[in-house]
Structures are given as C-alpha cells and as structure tokens.
C-alpha cells in the first residue's frame, strides 16, 4: 500500500486528481477535511480546546461550534489561524496515522490518497510516500472559485495569501500535474507517475 499526498492551492483541481486515483486505480480516499470536522462537534478531541481558545461567542445554542463563525474570525487574522491548526492539526494527523495503520493490517487498498492544501503545515508530507503537487494558472482558479463558491476577488486575495505560492510548492514536490487542460490530460498525467515510481 502507497499513500500518496495530493497538495495545491484551492481551487487547483486536488479533488479532481484524487478521484482519478480512486476509480480508475482503487484508491481509498482518507478524507481530512471530514476527520477535522468531526474532531470539532460536540464531544470531538479538538472541540474544547478550540471553545477554551476562541470563546464561547463562537458557539451555537446547541453548544456546537458555528463554523461560519469560526472562519470568519480566522480568515482576518494569521495568528489566530495559526492557533486554530495547531489546536486541530495535530489530533487529525493522529486518527489518519491509526486509520493508516488499520488499512495496512486490512491489506485491501493499493493506494491511500490524503488530499490537503496544508500538506506541511499539518505534517502530512511525512506520512506520505510521496506528495504530488497540482498547478493551476491564479487567474483560472480565481475564475473557478468566483463561478463554483461565489467567492469575491477580497476573498480570494485573502485566501491566496494564506496558502503557499506555486514557487514554494514546487520546490518542495518536485512530482507535479500541470491542471491546465482536459480530464484526458489529468489521467494521461496520473497514469505516467504511477508508472514512474520505482518498485518496492
């Protein structure tokens, strides 16, 4: 079993090269964005460090934490951002480190697929045999987002400049699918790095 990190800027396509690997080549998709979200309900490893840190004003009748809330506060300010993934992140690596090691016990997957714009900064790239880098022009992701999740250009700009630059992830993953054309050229691309990794 390889796991293979898939990492890029939003709205670069991640998702799109994951579900390549998952129905063309039986990939498991160990979904992070799910297990973080779950941490963080009622009840969740990461909930009451969260309520501790940012208050109770965060906090929905119910007691669950209003997301919208959540991001909104950290979407203005970078210290609190960092807060909020150093509460969360290590406690997510953990459920995708056991989940890991049930799904090798299991010895059903060829391929584990762990998908995340934070790859270094949620310490995922150490798991991962090898993380693959997907690009796609600012100006069409800008386009996606803004048509796909009705994003405004202040948004976007915010988001941009929270998230690695393309310079920065491509020297660090050298692997890299160009996300530039069609869903031919995607898979074209998935096929030839699989096939380019050495056999163990």
């Known amino acids: ?13 991640k998702s799109l090269v994951a579900k390549i690997l998952v129905e063309k080549y039986g990939a498991y998709f160990l979904n992070t964005d799910r297990i973080a979200k779950e941490q963080m309900e009622v009840g ?17 009748q119910d007691g669950s934490i209003n997301r919208k809330k959540l991001a909104e506060i950290v979407f203005h300010d970078k210290d609190k951002l960092k807060q909020l993934n150093a509460l969360t992140h290590p406690q997510v690596l953990k459920e995708v480190l056991e ?38 022009p600012e100006e069409i992701r800008r386009e996606r987002l803004k048509k796909e999740r009705n994003y405004s250009d202040q948004k976007i700009d915010r988001i ?10 491509r020297k660090r993953f050298p692997k890299v699918i160009e996300n530039v054309g069609d869903l031919k050229s995607l898979e074209q691309q998935v096929d030839q790095l699989l096939a380019s990794r050495p056999v163990s």
């Open 1 to 13: 079993m390889k796991v293979i990190g898939i990492t890029g800027g939003i709205g670069s396509g």
């Open 99 to 136: 989940e890991l090691s049930s799904l090798r016990k299991e010895g059903k997957v060829p391929y584990v697929i762990i998908e995340t714009a934070l790859m270094i900064e949620a310490g995922f790239d150490y798991i991962c045999d090898e993380v693959w880098y997907v690009y796609t």
């Open 160 to 169: 941009f400049e929270f998230q690695s630059k393309p310079e920065e992830f």
């Open 44 to 60: 969740g490893v990461s909930y009451h460090g969260v309520v501790e840190y940012f208050g109770k004003e965060i906090l929905e």
